[in-house]
């Protein structure tokens, strides 16, 4: 978030870029301003939860962005450099919301790869255009697009990130696809933009192959670019800086007058909650995640190897009789609360009860409306020892929580101030602190 937070900081700051056209000038004296509009990696992040501070992205908002920046000038071109989706269950509803929201082209993503037949599935139904040179699927894919928007031609390119297990040869064949579809959409283009998933426009590609064929005017990469904290000029070429999951919109303002290119501008838009979120698309993901997906309840992996295989639920009120000071001592931490936590948010949803309610990871089921906390709960903690009778294990024998449990949840990503030494004395039993 800290590094998201370094790119807004640089939000609205003009960057001096000269983009020279590989055709030469534009005819005619009047200008020509164009306007690129920019996201990669979207990973299926539908909407923010508000876990771990994150409020930023949401396709609802970036709708109303997309909108309003269309609206600014209409000569606009929308792509994504790709990773649409984390999960092929979302492919459906985010390639269609895209193409509601008139992205003229999708790349290739590593993760995108790993469940290809349901992305070009999901791309072709919706009418989503996917820029690739090595694949050949029918209505979807193209080898690379040249639109002509506001009188200049912008051309559009994808290298991809490649499958694992690919061979030299094979390899080698895909990056001379690549290099074909290149060049033929370099020599028709004014403008090209690179999609780079797959890492090609390297500093040595740039000064050395590229020069050769023709550089490409703007690089859009995926999350290793969001580390930049603004963009890079390595020759005629601007690589700009990305965000993830959609937090921001990139936008590049061109404007090309024949014997003077004047610089384009760069910034970066904020997906915050200043933004309004766009109704109709808000509706469409909250059906989308209200529907029943019990898939998601065993998404996650949320035992150490030593737990047990076969999952039953141990309601925490099962406990209690002969535990009464360790249920006393949970009852009070935000883990007892945390299936309270949605009901109040509105969010009792797969998504978030997988992390939620220990309930729910163990049936697929939970409790609309329990008499008692519920949450994450003895049985998250201590099923390695679950079931045992009245007589409960031996007084003498101490079982140690392994603390890799917490981390199923507390990812990088939904807790990022996560720290074990800090965060386990808060939920931890008085005769343990």
Not at 162 to 188: H, I, M, P
């Given at each position: 978030m800290n590094r998201l937070m370094a790119i807004c900081s640089v939000a609205l700051a003009s960057v001096g870029l000269i983009l020279v056209s590989a055709a030469g000038t534009q005819s005619g004296s009047s200008s020509k301003s164009i306007r690129i509009i920019y996201t990669n990696d979207t990973i299926g992040y539908l909407e923010p939860c508000g876990c771990g501070g994150r409020y930023q992205g949401g396709l609802a908002r970036r709708a109303t962005v997309i909108a309003r920046l269309v609206k600014e000038n209409p000569n606009s071109l929308i792509v994504e450099s790709g990773n649409l989706s984390d999960k092929a269950s979302k492919l459906p509803l985010v390639a269609k919301l895209m193409a509601d929201m008139h992205y003229d082209a999708v790349g290739i993503g590593e993760v995108d790869a790993g469940f290809a037949d349901d992305f070009f599935k999901a791309t072709s139904k919706c009418g989503l255009k996917v820029v690739d040179a090595t694949v050949v699927d029918g209505s979807s894919v193209v080898p690379y697009l040249v639109r002509k928007?506001?009188?200049?031609?912008?051309?559009?390119?994808?290298?991809?990130?490649?499958?694992?297990?690919?061979?030299?040869?094979?390899?080698?064949?895909?990056?001379?696809?690549?290099?074909?579809?290149?060049?033929?959409?370099?020599?028709?283009?004014?403008?090209?933009?690179?999609?780079?998933?797959?890492?090609?426009?390297t500093k040595e590609w740039l000064k050395g192959e590229a020069v050769q064929i023709g550089a490409p005017d703007i690089v859009i990469g995926g999350i290793l670019n969001s580390v930049m904290p603004r963009e890079q000029v390595i020759g005629r070429t601007h690589i700009v800086p990305t965000s993830v999951q959609g937090k921001l919109v990139g936008v590049i303002d061109v404007s090309l007058i024949r014997g003077q290119l004047p610089p384009p501008t760069l910034k970066m838009v904020p997906v915050d909650k200043s933004i309004p979120e766009d109704e109709a698309v808000r509706k469409q993901i909250g059906d989308f995640l209200t529907k029943p997906q019990p898939a998601l309840s065993m998404s996650l992996n949320f035992r150490t190897p030593q737990a047990r295989k076969v999952r039953s639920y141990y309601d925490p009120e099962s406990c209690k009789a002969c535990h009464p000071n360790e249920y006393e001592d949970w009852r009070k931490t935000n883990h007892a609360k945390a299936l309270?936590?949605?009901?109040?948010?509105?969010?009792?949803?797969?998504?978030?009860?997988?992390?939620?309610?220990?309930?729910?990871?163990?049936?697929?089921?939970?409790?609309?409306?329990?008499?008692?906390?519920?949450?994450?709960?003895?049985?998250?903690?201590?099923?390695?020892?679950?079931?045992?009778?009245?007589?409960?294990?031996?007084?003498?024998?101490?079982?140690?929580?392994?603390?890799?449990?917490c981390l199923g949840c507390h990812t990088s990503e939904r807790s990022p101030d996560y720290d074990e030494k800090t965060y386990l004395p808060t939920v931890s039993h008085k005769s343990k602190r």
């Open positions: 928007i506001g009188g200049v031609k912008i051309g559009v390119v994808s290298f991809g990130k490649t499958a694992n297990g690919v061979g030299v040869k094979q390899l080698d064949n895909l990056r001379q696809s690549f290099r074909d579809a290149y060049e033929r959409a370099r020599r028709q283009s004014d403008i090209l933009v690179l999609l780079d998933q797959g890492g090609i426009a309270q936590t949605l009901r109040s948010k509105d969010r009792l949803i797969p998504e978030c009860l997988q992390c939620h309610s220990e309930e729910f990871r163990q049936t697929g089921k939970y409790t609309a409306a329990p008499a008692i906390h519920a949450g994450v709960e003895c049985a998250t903690c201590h099923a390695t020892v679950l079931p045992h009778g009245i007589e409960g294990p031996a007084s003498t024998v101490t079982h140690k929580v392994d603390a890799k449990i």
